[in-house]
């Protein structure tokens, strides 16, 4: 487990730093040298294609981190699973790609009158399909090998950095518009070929396949395990993407490339709820194998606790700093400023809830799960077919806020119902208050003038004055208050640790 551990936190590690290239890339570089309606083309080229590598993948890299350890031998090469993977996933590219086909007109028309530069080069989609697909299907074999940190760099950090060179090229005229797109859709054909080289390169790629293994209760059981969580998958993809799906169909290439933008602020929340999520799941998975119900009781209401507080924390340093962000971009982006504030209280909303997901996968109810985002992107749908034509880019973010918040109060009220245990505490009131208090003393910190004409310093000023007290502020009452254990012993820990460097 020391290996696994430490390759867990290498990965995230890089992770991080992908994030950060990824975001601060797209929002104060992307903005500059690329027109608004080419960022909405390049959004919309991913989101599709991020949504049919999963309908075309079959659910199979959950299919492989739940059952590759039936075929784990590394003598026998893992009786051929990979390569059997490969060829399934070919099997449902090449259905979807028929589908396409046969669908094309139909899917065009959506996007003819509004977004006519994405019809143009629909057929960018399908390479595109193909490496993401391959990089998530040789994602989960790592991950069943234990090997996870060079997946990592070419996922979170390889393709930013292809990409960003691609957009720098462009700019500068080295690379015309059509070479600009070649070497976008490039950035993940090498990509899924630098992964399948390491696999090689490892001694893990092996192509017999052992189909002994494949027998009736197992191919039931990969069944039964691939359609739940196909369907469930498939389902919870087209939430995350339906928004800019539909912007691009309805309004503009314009206002999608705005829309992806300003929704990248709010996927700065992913990363720490991510973490903790992940620590948590294992814990209680235990919990439900063990039936201590106390043990899961804690669980829910210290990951809601401590999500919900670094949640609020950079809701503010986001929301407070907003206009000072905003003005490094160019001022088409400022259209963008409440999409922001909607996508980041429900992602606020969303942390604050805790493992109600996890929860509800690891019990005998998890069936349902699927029920609940069945409802949730059919309110999605709506909301979005009802809120764009009237309040445009905000009425996207206000479907998608409407019905992320309508699955988490699902999952709250099942939980109460079937376990008689909520997230809530004294403690999170607290919390609450902490926030409530901080945002109106952020709220109430006038803008910082300095004396120099240059505007962009002004707003960095701005930012730092604002940061600093919301953070020391924040921190000196969640800490005096006790709010939570688990970052009083953090805190804790960490001055020892600087301690015991300056002892050294």
């Known amino acids: ?225 691939a359609t739940y969580g196909y369907l469930s998958g498939l389902v919870q993809s087209s939430i995350i993407e339906i928004d800019k799906l539909m912007i691009a169909s309805m309004v503009s290439l314009y206002s999608t490339g705005i829309y992806g933008i300003t929704a990248l602020f709010s996927m700065i929340l992913n990363l720490p709820q991510q973490a903790i999520s992940n620590i948590s799941g294992s814990l209680a998975s235990q919990a439900f194998k063990d039936n201590d119900f106390d043990k899961i009781k804690e669980l829910y209401k210290k990951t809601a606790l401590n999500q919900f507080i670094i949640g609020s924390l950079i809701f503010m340093l986001i929301w407070f700093n907003v206009d000072a962000v905003l003005s490094f971009m160019p001022v088409d982006y400022l259209k963008g400023k409440y999409v922001i504030l909607i996508l980041i209280s429900m992602k606020l909303f969303d942390m604050g809830t805790g493992i109600n997901g996890g929860i509800i996968n690891m019990s005998k109810y998890y069936r349902l799960m699927l029920l609940f985002n069945s409802l949730s992107l059919i309110l999605a749908v709506t909301a979005n077919l009802l809120l764009i034509p009237l309040y445009d880019i905000n009425g996207a973010a206000l479907a998608t806020c409407i019905s992320i918040i309508f699955f988490n109060v699902l999952k709250l009220l099942f939980i109460w119902w079937k376990f008689k245990i909520l997230p809530f505490s004294i403690q999170y009131i607290k919390a609450v208050g902490v926030f409530v208090f901080m945002s109106i003393i952020a709220y109430l910190i006038p803008t910082s003038k300095i004396n120099i004409e240059n505007q962009n310093i002004n707003s960095f000023f701005d930012i730092a004055v604002k940061s600093i007290i919301i953070f020391a502020g924040f921190t000196i009452l969640t800490l005096g208050l006790r709010v939570s254990e688990d970052v009083n012993d953090l805190y804790k820990k960490t001055l020892l640790r600087i301690k015991s460097w300056f002892i050294k």
């Not at 290239?21 to 989101?47: D, N, W, Y």
């Not at 590598?53 to 659910?59: H, P, V």
């Open 1 to 225: 487990m020391g290996i696994v551990r430490q390759e867990s936190i290498k990965a995230t590690f890089f992770s991080a730093i992908g994030v950060a290239i990824g975001f601060f890339s797209q929002v104060f570089i992307f903005t500059r040298l690329l027109a608004p309606s080419i960022v909405g083309l390049i959004k919309l080229i991913q989101s599709f294609s991020n949504l049919f590598s999963f309908f075309s993948l079959f659910n199979l890299p959950s299919i492989t981190i739940r059952f590759f350890p039936y075929f784990r031998n590394k003598e026998k090469g893992h009786h051929g699973y990979l390569f059997f993977a490969m060829v399934f996933a070919t099997i449902g590219f090449t259905f979807f790609f028929i589908l396409s086909v046969i669908f094309r007109e139909e899917i065009l028309n959506l996007y003819i009158e509004k977004s006519k530069l994405f019809t143009k080069h629909f057929n960018l989609v399908f390479p595109i399909i193909i490496g993401v697909s391959l990089m998530k299907l040789l994602s989960a074999y790592l991950l069943s090998l234990f090997k996870i940190v060079y997946s990592a760099v070419v996922k979170e950090i390889y393709i930013k950095v292809f990409t960003l060179s691609c957009v720098l090229l462009y700019y500068y005229k080295v690379l015309d518009f059509d070479g600009f797109l070649i070497s976008f859709v490039g950035a993940y054909a090498l990509s899924s070929i630098l992964l399948l080289l390491y696999v090689i390169s490892i001694g893990e790629f092996h192509i017999r396949v052992n189909f002994k293994l494949f027998d009736k209760q197992m191919v039931k059981k990969m069944s039964n395990y």
